[in-house]
Protein backbone atom coordinates (compact mmCIF):
# COMPACT_ATOMS: atom_id res chain seq x y z
CA UNK A 1 0.00 0.00 0.00
CA UNK A 2 2.47 2.55 0.61
CA UNK A 3 5.01 3.23 -1.91
CA UNK A 4 8.03 5.50 -0.51
CA UNK A 5 9.33 8.51 -2.88
CA UNK A 6 12.30 7.83 -4.28
CA UNK A 7 14.54 10.62 -3.05
CA UNK A 8 17.65 9.11 -4.96
CA UNK A 9 20.39 8.30 -3.76
CA UNK A 10 19.47 4.18 -3.03
CA UNK A 11 18.26 5.83 0.40
CA UNK A 12 15.82 3.26 2.30
CA UNK A 13 12.70 3.58 2.89
CA UNK A 14 11.70 5.88 5.70
CA UNK A 15 11.49 4.50 9.31
CA UNK A 16 7.74 5.56 10.99
CA UNK A 17 9.00 3.39 14.43
CA UNK A 18 7.18 5.65 17.32
CA UNK A 19 5.97 8.37 15.13
CA UNK A 20 2.22 9.99 15.89
CA UNK A 21 0.71 9.42 12.53
CA UNK A 22 -1.14 12.08 11.81
CA UNK A 23 -4.61 11.42 9.15
CA UNK A 24 -7.83 13.41 8.53
CA UNK A 25 -11.54 11.44 7.87
CA UNK A 26 -13.31 12.28 4.55
CA UNK A 27 -16.26 13.38 6.38
CA UNK A 28 -18.42 16.62 6.37
CA UNK A 29 -17.34 19.90 5.24
CA UNK A 30 -13.75 18.11 4.58
CA UNK A 31 -12.77 19.79 8.12
CA UNK A 32 -9.73 17.31 8.93
CA UNK A 33 -8.84 17.29 5.03
CA UNK A 34 -8.66 21.23 5.78
CA UNK A 35 -7.01 21.27 8.85
CA UNK A 36 -4.14 18.68 8.04
CA UNK A 37 -3.37 20.96 4.88
CA UNK A 38 -2.71 23.24 7.60
CA UNK A 39 -0.46 21.28 9.53
CA UNK A 40 1.72 20.05 6.42
CA UNK A 41 1.50 23.80 4.62
CA UNK A 42 2.94 25.30 8.11
CA UNK A 43 5.77 22.96 8.67
CA UNK A 44 6.38 22.52 5.98
CA UNK A 45 6.76 18.95 6.03
CA UNK A 46 8.67 17.25 3.10
CA UNK A 47 6.64 13.97 1.16
CA UNK A 48 7.88 10.94 1.72
CA UNK A 49 5.61 8.53 -0.57
CA UNK A 50 2.28 8.03 -1.08
CA UNK A 51 -0.54 4.99 -0.85
CA UNK A 52 -1.42 3.07 -3.57
CA UNK A 53 -4.97 1.87 -3.53
CA UNK A 54 -8.11 1.39 -5.30
CA UNK A 55 -9.95 2.85 -2.67
CA UNK A 56 -10.29 6.75 -3.42
CA UNK A 57 -11.23 8.44 -6.60
CA UNK A 58 -7.95 9.19 -8.82
CA UNK A 59 -6.86 12.54 -8.60
CA UNK A 60 -4.14 14.34 -9.54
CA UNK A 61 -2.59 18.01 -9.45
CA UNK A 62 0.44 20.04 -9.18
CA UNK A 63 1.93 20.80 -6.01
CA UNK A 64 -0.68 21.88 -3.91
CA UNK A 65 1.67 23.57 -1.56
CA UNK A 66 3.43 25.64 -4.18
CA UNK A 67 5.62 28.31 -2.20
CA UNK A 68 7.45 29.16 -6.15
CA UNK A 69 7.58 28.87 -9.83
CA UNK A 70 10.06 26.51 -9.17
CA UNK A 71 8.36 24.30 -6.63
CA UNK A 72 4.92 24.04 -8.25
CA UNK A 73 5.33 21.47 -10.82
CA UNK A 74 5.85 18.30 -8.48
CA UNK A 75 2.81 15.95 -9.29
CA UNK A 76 0.32 15.24 -6.31
CA UNK A 77 -1.95 12.34 -5.84
CA UNK A 78 -5.02 11.83 -3.96
CA UNK A 79 -3.16 10.03 -0.89
CA UNK A 80 -0.03 10.77 0.32
CA UNK A 81 2.26 10.82 3.29
CA UNK A 82 4.16 13.80 4.39
CA UNK A 83 7.05 13.23 7.23
CA UNK A 84 8.45 15.58 10.17
CA UNK A 85 11.25 13.75 12.00
CA UNK A 86 12.44 15.93 14.13
CA UNK A 87 8.77 16.18 15.79
CA UNK A 88 8.54 12.46 15.31
CA UNK A 89 5.37 13.17 13.11
CA UNK A 90 4.00 11.95 9.98
CA UNK A 91 1.21 13.05 8.39
CA UNK A 92 -1.09 10.83 5.73
CA UNK A 93 -3.73 13.64 3.47
CA UNK A 94 -6.17 12.39 1.53
CA UNK A 95 -7.55 14.61 -1.06
CA UNK A 96 -10.32 12.40 -2.83
CA UNK A 97 -13.85 10.48 -1.31
CA UNK A 98 -14.15 6.87 -1.21
CA UNK A 99 -15.33 4.69 -3.68
CA UNK A 100 -18.65 2.82 -2.27
CA UNK A 101 -17.86 -0.25 -0.50
CA UNK A 102 -14.13 0.50 -0.01
CA UNK A 103 -14.47 1.87 3.65
CA UNK A 104 -13.38 -1.40 4.96
CA UNK A 105 -10.80 -2.82 2.79
CA UNK A 106 -9.46 0.92 3.65
CA UNK A 107 -9.19 0.94 7.03
CA UNK A 108 -7.66 -2.64 7.53
CA UNK A 109 -4.94 -2.25 4.94
CA UNK A 110 -4.42 1.34 6.74
CA UNK A 111 -4.34 -0.27 10.41
CA UNK A 112 -2.10 -3.38 9.06
CA UNK A 113 0.58 -0.35 7.44
CA UNK A 114 0.35 1.21 10.90
CA UNK A 115 1.08 -2.04 12.88
CA UNK A 116 4.35 -2.84 10.14
CA UNK A 117 5.62 0.36 9.88
CA UNK A 118 5.76 0.56 14.09
CA UNK A 119 3.83 3.85 14.41
CA UNK A 120 3.17 4.92 18.23
CA UNK A 121 0.04 6.43 17.73
CA UNK A 122 -3.15 7.44 15.52
CA UNK A 123 -4.23 11.31 15.61
CA UNK A 124 -7.65 11.43 12.96
CA UNK A 125 -8.91 14.96 12.73
CA UNK A 126 -12.75 14.30 11.85
CA UNK A 127 -15.73 16.29 12.28
CA UNK A 128 -20.02 15.16 12.18
CA UNK A 129 -23.04 17.17 11.49
CA UNK A 130 -23.93 19.75 13.42
CA UNK A 131 -27.65 19.31 12.30
CA UNK A 132 -27.65 16.04 15.07
CA UNK A 133 -26.38 17.40 17.87
CA UNK A 134 -29.04 16.63 20.94
CA UNK A 135 -30.25 19.72 23.11
CA UNK A 136 -26.98 19.33 25.33
CA UNK A 137 -24.26 19.14 22.78
CA UNK A 138 -26.26 22.38 21.25
CA UNK A 139 -24.56 24.11 24.23
CA UNK A 140 -20.84 24.65 25.12
CA UNK A 141 -17.60 23.96 22.80
CA UNK A 142 -18.72 21.81 19.60
CA UNK A 143 -15.02 20.15 20.14
CA UNK A 144 -14.95 16.66 21.25
CA UNK A 145 -12.23 13.71 21.57
CA UNK A 146 -12.18 9.85 21.48
CA UNK A 147 -9.33 7.65 22.69
CA UNK A 148 -8.85 3.84 22.55
CA UNK A 149 -8.43 2.19 25.31
CA UNK A 150 -4.44 1.60 24.77
CA UNK A 151 -4.15 5.22 24.23
CA UNK A 152 -6.85 6.51 27.38
CA UNK A 153 -3.62 4.75 30.03
CA UNK A 154 -1.42 6.95 28.05
CA UNK A 155 -2.67 10.33 27.69
CA UNK A 156 -6.47 10.11 29.50
CA UNK A 157 -5.05 12.67 32.30
CA UNK A 158 -3.75 14.92 29.91
CA UNK A 159 -7.37 15.15 28.16
CA UNK A 160 -8.95 16.02 31.98
CA UNK A 161 -5.78 18.83 32.50
CA UNK A 162 -6.88 20.03 28.92
CA UNK A 163 -10.75 20.28 30.02
CA UNK A 164 -12.03 18.79 26.80
CA UNK A 165 -15.18 16.71 26.46
CA UNK A 166 -15.20 13.05 25.39
CA UNK A 167 -17.78 12.61 22.66
CA UNK A 168 -21.04 11.30 24.11
CA UNK A 169 -22.29 7.70 23.25
CA UNK A 170 -26.03 8.24 22.39
CA UNK A 171 -28.80 5.44 22.93
CA UNK A 172 -29.09 2.54 20.07
CA UNK A 173 -32.64 3.12 19.89
CA UNK A 174 -33.39 6.82 20.62
CA UNK A 175 -36.42 7.14 22.77
CA UNK A 176 -36.06 3.58 24.51
CA UNK A 177 -34.08 4.74 27.86
CA UNK A 178 -32.47 1.41 28.90
CA UNK A 179 -30.90 0.12 25.71
CA UNK A 180 -26.95 0.06 24.98
CA UNK A 181 -24.87 3.38 24.49
CA UNK A 182 -23.40 3.03 21.22
CA UNK A 183 -20.98 5.39 19.31
CA UNK A 184 -22.53 7.75 16.64
CA UNK A 185 -20.56 9.59 13.85
CA UNK A 186 -22.96 11.07 11.72
CA UNK A 187 -21.02 12.86 8.49
CA UNK A 188 -17.88 11.34 10.28
CA UNK A 189 -16.74 8.90 7.03
CA UNK A 190 -14.38 6.26 8.40
CA UNK A 191 -14.18 7.71 11.52
CA UNK A 192 -16.41 5.83 13.44
CA UNK A 193 -14.82 2.63 12.07
CA UNK A 194 -11.33 2.98 12.08
CA UNK A 195 -11.80 3.96 15.85
CA UNK A 196 -13.86 0.62 16.32
CA UNK A 197 -10.81 -1.45 14.61
CA UNK A 198 -8.35 0.21 16.76
CA UNK A 199 -10.21 -0.24 20.02
CA UNK A 200 -10.11 -4.14 19.05
CA UNK A 201 -6.96 -4.29 17.73
CA UNK A 202 -5.50 -3.00 20.14
CA UNK A 203 -4.14 0.09 18.32
CA UNK A 204 -3.43 3.74 20.17
CA UNK A 205 -5.63 6.25 18.43
CA UNK A 206 -7.07 9.72 19.02
CA UNK A 207 -10.22 11.03 17.15
CA UNK A 208 -10.39 14.95 17.64
CA UNK A 209 -13.58 15.98 15.90
CA UNK A 210 -16.28 19.24 15.44
CA UNK A 211 -19.20 19.48 14.78
CA UNK A 212 -19.84 21.76 12.13
CA UNK A 213 -21.91 21.96 8.28
CA UNK A 214 -21.04 21.78 5.26
CA UNK A 215 -20.62 25.73 3.42
CA UNK A 216 -17.28 27.83 4.48
CA UNK A 217 -15.12 25.68 6.23
CA UNK A 218 -11.99 27.14 6.88
CA UNK A 219 -12.94 29.06 10.33
CA UNK A 220 -13.57 24.99 11.14
CA UNK A 221 -10.04 23.85 10.07
CA UNK A 222 -8.73 26.32 12.25
CA UNK A 223 -10.77 25.44 15.34
CA UNK A 224 -10.00 22.35 14.60
CA UNK A 225 -6.16 22.19 14.37
CA UNK A 226 -5.72 24.60 17.41
CA UNK A 227 -7.50 21.84 19.45
CA UNK A 228 -4.95 19.63 17.86
CA UNK A 229 -2.52 22.00 18.50
CA UNK A 230 -3.36 22.70 22.54
CA UNK A 231 -2.85 18.90 22.89
CA UNK A 232 0.39 18.29 20.04
CA UNK A 233 2.36 21.64 20.56
CA UNK A 234 3.09 21.07 16.82
CA UNK A 235 3.42 24.91 16.73
CA UNK A 236 3.84 27.59 19.36
CA UNK A 237 0.64 29.48 20.14
CA UNK A 238 0.99 32.63 20.74
CA UNK A 239 -0.95 34.58 23.23
CA UNK A 240 -2.89 37.02 20.21
CA UNK A 241 -6.19 38.49 18.89
CA UNK A 242 -6.29 35.63 16.00
CA UNK A 243 -4.84 31.80 16.42
CA UNK A 244 -5.17 31.84 12.85
CA UNK A 245 -2.33 33.89 12.37
CA UNK A 246 0.42 31.38 12.59
CA UNK A 247 -0.91 28.41 10.03
CA UNK A 248 0.33 28.90 6.91
CA UNK A 249 -2.41 28.97 4.18
CA UNK A 250 -1.40 26.53 1.35
CA UNK A 251 -1.78 27.93 -2.35
CA UNK A 252 -4.29 25.34 -3.16
CA UNK A 253 -6.79 27.19 -1.03
CA UNK A 254 -6.99 29.97 -3.77
CA UNK A 255 -10.60 30.29 -5.41
CA UNK A 256 -12.72 27.89 -3.53
CA UNK A 257 -15.46 29.53 -4.04
CA UNK A 258 -15.44 29.76 -7.60
CA UNK A 259 -13.50 32.21 -10.55
CA UNK A 260 -13.92 35.50 -10.75
CA UNK A 261 -16.51 37.53 -12.33
CA UNK A 262 -17.15 38.20 -15.86
CA UNK A 263 -17.28 42.40 -16.07
CA UNK A 264 -20.00 41.78 -18.33
CA UNK A 265 -22.18 41.56 -15.55
CA UNK A 266 -22.38 44.84 -14.05
CA UNK B 1 -31.78 19.36 7.88
CA UNK B 2 -35.25 21.69 7.58
CA UNK B 3 -35.79 23.71 4.82
CA UNK B 4 -37.81 27.03 4.25
CA UNK B 5 -40.94 24.60 3.23
CA UNK B 6 -40.95 22.83 6.44
CA UNK B 7 -39.61 19.53 4.95
CA UNK B 8 -36.62 17.60 6.67
CA UNK B 9 -34.24 16.82 3.88
CA UNK B 10 -30.68 14.86 4.45
CA UNK B 11 -27.78 17.63 3.65
CA UNK B 12 -25.47 16.38 0.94
CA UNK B 13 -22.03 16.19 1.86
CA UNK B 14 -19.13 17.71 -0.24
CA UNK B 15 -17.31 14.84 1.17
CA UNK B 16 -19.09 12.50 -1.08
CA UNK B 17 -20.12 10.70 2.46
CA UNK B 18 -22.39 7.39 1.84
CA UNK B 19 -22.62 6.18 4.98
CA UNK B 20 -25.85 4.59 5.21
CA UNK B 21 -25.16 1.83 3.08
CA UNK B 22 -21.60 1.49 5.14
CA UNK B 23 -22.53 1.41 8.85
CA UNK B 24 -24.61 -1.57 8.59
CA UNK B 25 -23.42 -4.87 8.88
CA UNK B 26 -23.29 -7.34 5.32
CA UNK B 27 -25.41 -10.41 5.91
CA UNK B 28 -24.73 -13.44 3.37
CA UNK B 29 -27.23 -12.06 0.82
CA UNK B 30 -25.51 -8.51 0.86
CA UNK B 31 -22.50 -9.96 -0.03
CA UNK B 32 -23.59 -12.69 -2.51
CA UNK B 33 -25.35 -9.70 -4.85
CA UNK B 34 -22.36 -7.34 -4.19
CA UNK B 35 -20.14 -10.01 -5.54
CA UNK B 36 -22.69 -10.66 -8.73
CA UNK B 37 -22.35 -6.89 -9.19
CA UNK B 38 -18.82 -7.04 -8.61
CA UNK B 39 -18.58 -9.74 -11.43
CA UNK B 40 -20.29 -7.89 -13.80
CA UNK B 41 -18.70 -4.87 -13.27
CA UNK B 42 -15.42 -6.75 -14.46
CA UNK B 43 -13.29 -5.17 -17.18
CA UNK B 44 -11.71 -7.55 -19.76
CA UNK B 45 -8.97 -6.49 -21.58
CA UNK B 46 -8.86 -8.93 -24.97
CA UNK B 47 -6.00 -8.73 -26.79
CA UNK B 48 -6.33 -9.65 -30.54
CA UNK B 49 -2.42 -10.78 -30.92
CA UNK B 50 -3.01 -13.03 -28.05
CA UNK B 51 -4.41 -16.38 -28.68
CA UNK B 52 -5.60 -18.64 -26.12
CA UNK B 53 -3.37 -21.13 -23.98
CA UNK B 54 -0.03 -19.47 -25.10
CA UNK B 55 1.46 -18.07 -22.49
CA UNK B 56 1.46 -14.62 -21.73
CA UNK B 57 3.99 -12.37 -22.55
CA UNK B 58 4.36 -8.85 -21.88
CA UNK B 59 3.78 -6.17 -24.74
CA UNK B 60 6.95 -4.56 -26.03
CA UNK B 61 5.79 -1.07 -25.73
CA UNK B 62 8.17 2.35 -25.97
CA UNK B 63 5.48 4.38 -26.32
CA UNK B 64 1.29 4.77 -25.31
CA UNK B 65 -0.93 7.34 -26.19
CA UNK B 66 -4.55 7.50 -24.47
CA UNK B 67 -6.98 9.33 -25.72
CA UNK B 68 -10.06 9.42 -23.28
CA UNK B 69 -13.32 10.63 -23.53
CA UNK B 70 -15.03 11.36 -26.72
CA UNK B 71 -13.45 14.30 -27.77
CA UNK B 72 -10.16 13.23 -27.63
CA UNK B 73 -11.02 10.04 -29.14
CA UNK B 74 -12.49 12.12 -32.22
CA UNK B 75 -9.31 13.37 -32.34
CA UNK B 76 -7.22 10.54 -32.95
CA UNK B 77 -10.14 9.61 -35.23
CA UNK B 78 -9.98 12.61 -37.47
CA UNK B 79 -6.03 13.24 -37.09
CA UNK B 80 -3.95 10.13 -36.50
CA UNK B 81 -5.75 6.85 -37.40
CA UNK B 82 -5.87 5.43 -40.70
CA UNK B 83 -6.60 1.66 -41.46
CA UNK B 84 -3.07 1.93 -43.53
CA UNK B 85 -0.84 2.54 -40.62
CA UNK B 86 -2.37 1.25 -38.05
CA UNK B 87 -4.16 -1.90 -36.75
CA UNK B 88 -6.51 -3.01 -34.10
CA UNK B 89 -5.00 -5.33 -31.27
CA UNK B 90 -6.80 -5.18 -28.61
CA UNK B 91 -10.65 -4.09 -26.93
CA UNK B 92 -11.52 -3.08 -23.89
CA UNK B 93 -15.13 -4.92 -22.73
CA UNK B 94 -17.36 -3.10 -19.92
CA UNK B 95 -20.38 -2.64 -18.38
CA UNK B 96 -21.66 0.08 -16.05
CA UNK B 97 -24.57 2.23 -15.69
CA UNK B 98 -23.70 4.69 -18.08
CA UNK B 99 -22.60 2.87 -20.70
CA UNK B 100 -21.52 -1.17 -22.19
CA UNK B 101 -18.97 -1.55 -24.48
CA UNK B 102 -18.98 -5.10 -26.57
CA UNK B 103 -16.06 -6.93 -27.67
CA UNK B 104 -16.23 -6.30 -31.43
CA UNK B 105 -13.71 -4.11 -32.95
CA UNK B 106 -15.86 -2.83 -35.64
CA UNK B 107 -17.41 0.50 -33.99
CA UNK B 108 -18.91 3.46 -34.97
CA UNK B 109 -18.34 6.53 -33.59
CA UNK B 110 -21.01 6.83 -31.84
CA UNK B 111 -20.52 3.91 -30.17
CA UNK B 112 -19.42 3.54 -26.82
CA UNK B 113 -16.01 1.83 -27.76
CA UNK B 114 -12.22 1.12 -26.09
CA UNK B 115 -10.06 0.01 -28.89
CA UNK B 116 -5.76 -0.52 -28.94
CA UNK B 117 -4.44 -0.16 -32.08
CA UNK B 118 -0.82 -0.70 -32.93
CA UNK B 119 1.56 1.40 -35.18
CA UNK B 120 2.25 -1.31 -38.28
CA UNK B 121 5.76 0.10 -39.08
CA UNK B 122 6.43 0.38 -35.27
CA UNK B 123 4.44 -2.12 -33.17
CA UNK B 124 5.75 -0.91 -29.89
CA UNK B 125 3.56 2.41 -30.44
CA UNK B 126 0.39 1.64 -29.25
CA UNK B 127 -2.70 3.75 -29.29
CA UNK B 128 -5.78 3.25 -27.23
CA UNK B 129 -9.23 5.77 -28.24
CA UNK B 130 -11.29 5.13 -24.92
CA UNK B 131 -14.50 6.49 -25.66
CA UNK B 132 -16.56 5.05 -22.60
CA UNK B 133 -17.19 5.99 -19.54
CA UNK B 134 -15.19 3.96 -17.30
CA UNK B 135 -16.56 4.05 -13.52
CA UNK B 136 -15.03 4.95 -10.47
CA UNK B 137 -14.71 1.08 -9.19
CA UNK B 138 -13.54 0.54 -12.61
CA UNK B 139 -11.20 2.67 -13.30
CA UNK B 140 -8.30 0.96 -10.50
CA UNK B 141 -9.31 -2.23 -12.44
CA UNK B 142 -9.02 -0.99 -15.67
CA UNK B 143 -5.27 0.47 -15.00
CA UNK B 144 -3.71 -2.79 -13.90
CA UNK B 145 -5.32 -4.96 -16.80
CA UNK B 146 -4.22 -2.48 -19.08
CA UNK B 147 -0.73 -1.58 -18.13
CA UNK B 148 -0.40 -5.25 -16.36
CA UNK B 149 -0.23 -6.75 -19.63
CA UNK B 150 2.69 -4.41 -21.07
CA UNK B 151 6.57 -4.43 -20.61
CA UNK B 152 6.88 -0.82 -18.63
CA UNK B 153 10.42 -0.56 -18.84
CA UNK B 154 11.50 2.98 -20.81
CA UNK B 155 7.60 3.53 -21.86
CA UNK B 156 6.57 6.79 -22.36
CA UNK B 157 3.05 7.61 -21.62
CA UNK B 158 0.56 10.49 -22.86
CA UNK B 159 -2.50 10.86 -21.53
CA UNK B 160 -5.33 13.27 -24.13
CA UNK B 161 -8.39 14.41 -22.10
CA UNK B 162 -11.13 17.00 -22.26
CA UNK B 163 -12.31 19.00 -19.81
CA UNK B 164 -15.07 21.73 -19.72
CA UNK B 165 -13.79 24.90 -19.76
CA UNK B 166 -16.80 26.05 -17.15
CA UNK B 167 -14.84 23.68 -14.61
CA UNK B 168 -11.22 25.68 -15.00
CA UNK B 169 -10.38 27.41 -11.78
CA UNK B 170 -8.79 30.71 -12.21
CA UNK B 171 -8.73 34.30 -11.11
CA UNK B 172 -10.58 35.94 -14.07
CA UNK B 173 -14.06 35.28 -14.92
CA UNK B 174 -13.88 31.91 -17.39
CA UNK B 175 -16.37 33.70 -19.91
CA UNK B 176 -12.92 36.49 -21.13
CA UNK B 177 -10.90 33.20 -21.79
CA UNK B 178 -9.80 32.11 -25.17
CA UNK B 179 -11.03 28.86 -25.40
CA UNK B 180 -10.22 25.94 -26.36
CA UNK B 181 -6.52 25.99 -24.46
CA UNK B 182 -4.47 23.35 -23.54
CA UNK B 183 -2.53 22.18 -19.91
CA UNK B 184 -0.51 19.77 -19.11
CA UNK B 185 0.94 17.75 -16.01
CA UNK B 186 3.68 15.74 -16.70
CA UNK B 187 5.84 13.49 -14.16
CA UNK B 188 9.39 14.52 -12.73
CA UNK B 189 10.39 11.50 -15.34
CA UNK B 190 9.73 13.35 -18.60
CA UNK B 191 12.40 15.51 -19.28
CA UNK B 192 11.12 16.53 -22.41
CA UNK B 193 9.22 19.89 -23.72
CA UNK B 194 5.97 20.63 -22.82
CA UNK B 195 4.17 22.25 -25.83
CA UNK B 196 1.87 23.80 -23.43
CA UNK B 197 1.63 25.92 -19.87
CA UNK B 198 1.35 23.29 -16.87
CA UNK B 199 -1.86 22.72 -14.58
CA UNK B 200 -1.98 25.53 -12.15
CA UNK B 201 -3.22 25.07 -9.14
CA UNK B 202 -6.08 24.91 -7.63
CA UNK B 203 -7.19 22.77 -11.06
CA UNK B 204 -6.82 19.30 -10.68
CA UNK B 205 -7.90 16.06 -12.98
CA UNK B 206 -9.94 13.22 -11.59
CA UNK B 207 -11.09 9.76 -13.23
CA UNK B 208 -9.46 7.87 -15.61
CA UNK B 209 -7.33 9.91 -16.59
CA UNK B 210 -6.01 11.04 -13.25
CA UNK B 211 -5.45 7.01 -12.77
Redo the contacts between chains.
Keep these: MFIPCDRGGGSAAPDFKGFTLLMPA?????VGQLAIDLVISTLDMTKVGYFYT?CL????????Y?TAEEN????S??AEVYSLPSKKLVVLQIR?????????PFCETLLSWVKSSKCGRVVLLSSS?A?QRDDEQLLGTPLRYLLTPDLEKAVGGRMKELNWKEMERVAAYPGISDTDKVLHI??G??T??LFNESCSEGIQMAVLLKFC??GDNIPDAFVLVNYLNEWLQLIKSEVSNDPSSQWKIP??????F???????LF | MATFFGEVVVAPSRAGLDEEEEAREETPEDREIRKEIEKKREIDVLWTWRSGGCAEEPLVCSRFIVAIGRNAAAFLSSFILDSVCWEVVGVVKLWNEWCRTSSTTNVLPTDSFCLFYRLISDPTVLLCQCSCYVAEDQQFQWLEKVFGSMQKKGLQVTILSTCPVADYKTQESTLTLVSPFLRALKTKEFQEQVCCPLLEQPNIVRDLPAA
Design positions: VSVGNDVPMVGNNPASTELINSPFIKNKYRHYPGGIKLSESSWRLLGNGLPPA
